[in-house]
């Protein structure tokens, strides 16, 4: 049979449409590219900075906390006589029972130390926006400045005077004791140094422990 009758016809192959993406496809991609891009970078930034002012909101909310509970533990020791009991009806009155409110923000009282010696002690606000707490001559800061702006330390005091029925001592002394019952409300307002935005507001109320005995009148 002749070679040429037997052979099979090449079979050519379609050629085809193209070998790649357009230009106007490439740039769709690159775009929604970017899109995803800039949304995912947005959503991160967005959970850091959620993350940062939680840990500032924290931090503040913390140093406030450790603030108030010093400043209420210790006013509530204000006036404390140690000679109250064994002189108790004399004529002698307790030398620390005064508590002296100056303005809104600055406190001081005094007590008798454990000791025995007599102890001044206060709490005021200070022109670098931190709460100072002093014992006799040591002083000590109760706010971190890095992690707390203290704007506002006010105190507010409240008295409820109650009359005892007891005449002084001498009886020629004609009016009558009182006892007074010192409330102080308390409230602390700051923000972070560094986040103007983050704020935090305590408000805390102490009652002195050691009341006032002194003249009604």
Request: proline share 5%; charged share 25%.
């Amino acid at each position: 049979m002749p070679h040429n009758l037997t052979k099979q016809p090449r079979r050519r192959h379609p050629q085809r449409s193209q070998y790649g993406l357009t230009l106007v496809e490439l740039l769709v991609g690159i775009a929604i590219g970017l899109l995803l891009i800039v949304g995912a970078t947005s959503l991160f930034l967005s959970n850091l900075d959620a993350s940062r002012r939680l840990l500032l909101e924290a931090r503040l909310n913390q140093n406030l906390r450790s603030a108030a509970e010093l400043i209420t533990r210790d006013l509530r020791r204000a006036s404390y006589w140690d000679q109250a009991v064994p002189k108790m009806g004399s004529v002698d009155n307790n030398p620390h029972q005064g508590i002296t409110l100056d303005g809104t923000s600055d406190i001081s009282y005094q007590f008798d130390a454990p000791a025995g010696a007599a102890s001044a002690a206060g709490f005021a606000l200070t022109d670098d926006y931190r709460i100072r707490m002093t014992i006799g001559q040591t002083t000590q800061d109760l706010t971190d400045p890095a992690v707390a702006k203290v704007i506002s330390f006010n105190i507010i005091e409240s008295k409820n005077k109650i009359d005892i029925g007891m005449q002084k001592i001498p009886a020629a002394t004609p009016n009558t004791e009182c006892l007074t019952e010192r409330r102080y409300d308390i409230t602390i307002e700051a923000e972070a140094p560094s986040d103007a935005n983050v704020k935090r507001r305590l408000e805390t109320a102490v009652r002195v422990r050691n009341d006032r005995v002194g003249n009604c009148s």
